[in-house]
């Protein structure tokens, strides 16, 4: 016996999988190959009958159990969700996001392609992400400057960018091309391409291309060694990213 | 088919709404127009028989899908949950009470009216927080002053306090009225009425008066650019509140 | 009418009790008097057929609702676990685990007996934690050293080990024996026994035995004070750890 309910105005492409226990709502279109676990919702509180606002998930993705995803949202090809991950409507994202459990995205977001969030992340309503970015366990995107008003200043992280686990990236943050955020930094104003920044001051500290394992003599930017991780076809746009990177040395001190 | 389950035990008042896969035990009241969303236990853990222990939630709540609340808590009309929230048993809670997704709440808690905490906030036991509270996410309550210890030494925040994002209260702290902890803040010991506090040492480093957004001239304590977020009726109120922040600031050095 | 889901292939003890619209899935085994809560998946994300694939939870254990367990794990007797819980795959534990609501163990790690974790605690893959080590809220242990990269340096805590709230255990630390991290603090490297370290350079600011509650005058290590919360068959471990922690006070200045 089963529990599941898919409403007939959901679009399933071929071989779609869909847990016990889940909901699949109206205005639903499901990629082929697509599986989602159990007890979730997707495509939950639809504000309205219009039939634009859709939930698209793109072909392969996972959504794993105890997810909730509004309506209104469009993934590519290859989304991954964790477990209890929450995303609100309105969100764009391109292909391989990658949301990790308890990881919450709070509407109006906009994804580039194979980000990856680890999880417990918080992303404030509005925040703009570019491709290849990296958020660790914790992390916390904000977006009011005065707690509480009615103001909002949402987040920007440019391509390639690395925040370690337990930053706080405060309202208006911009973090250029390749910038770094050591764990547990309060992230603040405007931050240069390939700059690490560190601490509760948000200081600059060097450059990503300073990080490097002693024991292993890996070194960053990560494009360097971490290619592999991904399919074929995104290793191209990675070299390049980390050329990219690799010259915004120039500008530091000992570059 | 529904795999919805309602003790005959509980009372609905008119138009409640029960999510799918809900349950809703014994001794539980629900007010006039309350929603309760998917996968919800409401109500659930009673320790024993008793008939005094309700679960109390008021009109006009929302609870919100994955919600654990336990038995024996009373919650004034217009509670509002995220989605994946736990409440424990014994809290009290005044009007309007906003728990956060993921937010726990630890049991023998007491909240005003109007408190507001986002997500991942978890409030320990016994905490004592006043009317028109603000918790950004991540906010942790402690209570155990020598961990792990038998001791207990809860938080109290009194009315109008604001906790921004990823602070941490130790043990016994007490922020007095109007008062304001920064973002990643550990606050201790007793913080003055209209003080903020930041750093690794609850620096108190000005009045809330003095925090303002220079682009739109908004100027806090927020009860002055943010009282049209609340009903008409709670707007007298937080005009006195404002004014009783106001007036702590007399305190200041260049007050 | 039930949604529960429990598959010929798992083996039940007496009384078990399995919560509703939970499924249990193949190759599980639950010990005598454990408790499943509601919408709980037990043995999820098989890999492969393999019967030595195991799942294993002991006798008397507790899983609360909303909790995702996978297979190719043994826990001791006594499990507890809050709720929305998650634990991977090929975790092996002694007796008496908690794991608090939120908190996501991430595979390969091993825990000793009597290890206590509160809520939104995340243990990095491949994490060896020792007997009677207590983790807080949102304490969080990390596994990569550059991230992100293909290396792997996990965190190890010997025995009773404290980690206070919102700590961050960076890649390879090692805490050793009755050590202590105050909350908020980023730990790294090697922690000798008995150290309390804090802040964000990790500092060694004491020994374990130099805290105490001025109020009650009671005084760390916990196992003078804190021994009763423990079942009676574990007093004797705990007196004798808490010797050794005594004992590694000569090294300390004012030791």
Known sequence: MSCRRISEKALLGAGVRIGE???????????????????????SEAHGEDADFVLE??????????TVIYSGSRFGAGLQTGH????????????????GSYTDVEGECVFGDYVSCHGYVHVGKGSRIGDFVWLYSLV??????????????????????????????????????????????????????GAIVSGRDSAVVGHVSHLFDLETMTRHP?????????PEEARDRIRRLGERIQASRAAFPNG
Chains 1, 2, 3 share one sequence.
Not at 22 to 43: E, F, R
Not at 88 to 95: C, E, S, V
Not at 161 to 189: D, F, N
């Open 222 to 230: 990560w494009m360097r060694h971490y290619a592999d991780r991904y």
């Open 57 to 66: 998930i793109g072909a392969g993705s996972t959504v794993r159990s105890h």
């Open 140 to 193: 916390t995107l904000t977006n009011d400057p005065l707690p509480p008003s009615f103001l909002e200043r949402p987040v920007t992280l440019e391509d390639g960018v690395v925040v370690c686990v337990g930053c706080i990236l405060m309202p208006g943050t911009r973090m250029r091309t390749g910038s770094y955020a050591t764990a547990g930094t309060l992230v603040k104003g405007d931050v240069a391409a």
């Open 84 to 99: 209890h991950a929450l995303i609100r409507d309105n969100t764009r994202a391109g292909l391989s996001l990658r949301i």
């Open 21 to 43: 226990h889940t909901t699949v709502h109206d205005h639903v279109v499901l990629g082929d190959g697509v599986t989602i676990g159990d007890y979730c919702q997707i495509g």
